[in-house]
């Protein structure tokens, strides 16, 4: 069974608990303390950065290369030139083989439902809960709502409406 019959609970975690004798298995990675971004997920983060620095970076230089003198306005346009294409082209590669190459994050396995047999009751103990059958739904019946239910307080207003006038 994966469901309570009754409520519907979910009993795959009731199953490792049993399975273990009340302990939850641990993940390795939470053993270690691995808390740390994958490869990809670090690569994919040097590449926004190197393309997000090329945003800032190559308009100064370009700004600088207009206003500079002479032989330094080669020098900062060649130096936007280069920081353009390293910034902007490197960034995209680098996320993209990041995205393509690098490893992803760990796959946690995934325990599956180990079949289990029930701890034994010891005999000294009685059992939790009374059989199902002391307690039988067939006698249940829907209580009649008159009988729970005080009468309105605009009743005694509503048959005072109802009575005819008296008439002199």
């Not at 053993?31 to 971004?37: C, V």
């Not at 393309?51 to 970076?57: N, R």
Request: proline share 11%; charged share 15%.
């Amino acid at each position: 069974m994966r469901f309570c019959s009754r409520c519907g609970f979910a009993l795959e975690g009731i199953v490792h608990l049993l399975a273990h004798g009340g302990m939850l298995p641990l993940v390795p990675p939470l053993l270690e303390g691995e808390k740390g971004r994958s490869p990809r997920a670090k690569g994919v983060r040097q590449g926004a950065a190197l393309f997000l620095l090329g945003i800032l970076i190559v308009p100064i230089l370009a700004i600088m290369a207009s206003f500079a003198p002479g032989r330094l306005e080669d020098v900062f346009g060649f130096f936007a030139a280069v920081s353009a294409i390293i910034c902007f082209v490197g960034g995209l590669l680098r996320m993209l083989f990041a995205a393509i190459f690098e490893q992803g994050a760990p796959k946690y396995p995934h325990f599956a439902a180990t079949s289990f047999s029930p701890a034994a009751v010891p005999p000294a103990r009685a059992p939790a809960l009374p059989p199902a059958s002391v307690n039988p739904a067939s006698q249940w019946r829907r209580p009649d709502t008159a009988e729970i239910q005080p009468h309105s307080v605009t009743d005694s207003t509503t048959q005072l409406l109802e009575r005819e006038p008296k008439r002199d």
